[in-house]
T-cell receptor, first 115, second 114 residues
Framework: NAGVMQNPRHLVRRRGQEARLRCSPM?????VYWYRQLPEEGLKFMVY????????ESGMPKERFSAEFPKEGPSILRIQQVVRGDSAAYFC?????????????FGPGTRLTVL | GESVGLHLPTLSVQEGDNSIINCAYS??????FIWYKQESGKGPQFIID?????DKRQGQRVTVLLNKTVKHLSLQIAATQPGDSAVYFC?????????????FGGGTRLMVKP
């Protein structure tokens, strides 16, 4: 049973370019969470999605960042016009249900470097 | 404010010894806590969780203790092994969360000496 999958694992972009990060949740999971991690820090929540719905985006910057989880296919975190401060590791997690105590399982992350 | 660029606190233990990693939380509304282990270059891996109606929960070689009075959480690892070397994060899910987002602590780096 495959775990949470993320790709690419490493992404290099120049300032002003767009970054697209993909996340495929565990089989049977319909809830996806995106977190950002700066070096030597804990993870910071960005957005929580269910299929075709954004449930909570309170942790996501209002500009340049967007997320989606379509009916078919992976969840996408999109960063437009990247800046150096966007360099970080971006982790996706998934859970099976709506219970607050459902375990979130994390993917390996995408490490974004903005030159 | 956020603590940016600070080095993680480090706990160094001898292989075979017990390790205790501590976490303080500030939100008295939190009622669900999780410990994650993160190895270099990997995503966080679930270790153990505990609800606020419990004081202690045991897993395989790990025990989590919760002291709600002083808002303190600890992770005990018995007979620490080199494979336990990683950064350990506590995370909480406050009751008022409309969603299920986790709030992570700053992390502790565990180094196991052979």
């Amino acid at each position: 049973n495959a775990g949470v999958m993320q790709n690419p694992r490493h992404l290099v972009r120049r300032r002003g370019q767009e970054a697209r990060l993909r996340c495929s949740p565990m089989k049977g999971h319909s809830h996806v969470y995106w977190y950002r991690q700066l070096p030597e820090e804990g993870l910071k929540f960005m957005v929580y999605l269910q299929k075709e719905n954004i449930i909570d985006e309170s942790g996501m910057p209002k500009e340049r960042f967007s997320a989606e989880f379509p009916k078919e296919g992976p969840s996408i975190l999109r960063i437009q016009q990247v800046v150096r401060g966007d360099s970080a590791a971006y982790f996706c997690a998934s859970s099976p249900g709506t219970s607050r105590t459902d375990t979130q399982y994390f993917g390996p992350g995408t490490r974004l470097t903005v030159l | 404010g956020e603590s940016v660029g600070l080095h993680l606190p480090t706990l160094s233990v001898q292989e075979g010894d017990n390790s205790i990693i501590n976490c303080a939380y500030s939100n008295s509304a939190s009622d669900y806590f999780i410990w994650y282990k993160q190895e270099s270059g990997k995503g966080p891996q679930f270790i153990i969780d505990i609800r606020s109606n419990m004081d202690k929960r045991q897993g395989q070689r790990v025990t989590v203790l919760l002291n709600k009075t002083v808002k303190h959480l600890s992770l005990q690892i018995a007979a620490t092994q080199p494979g336990d070397s990683a950064v350990y994060f506590c995370a909480e899910n406050p009751q008022y969360n409309a969603g299920n987002m986790l709030t992570f602590g700053g992390g502790t780096r565990l180094m196991v000496k052979p």
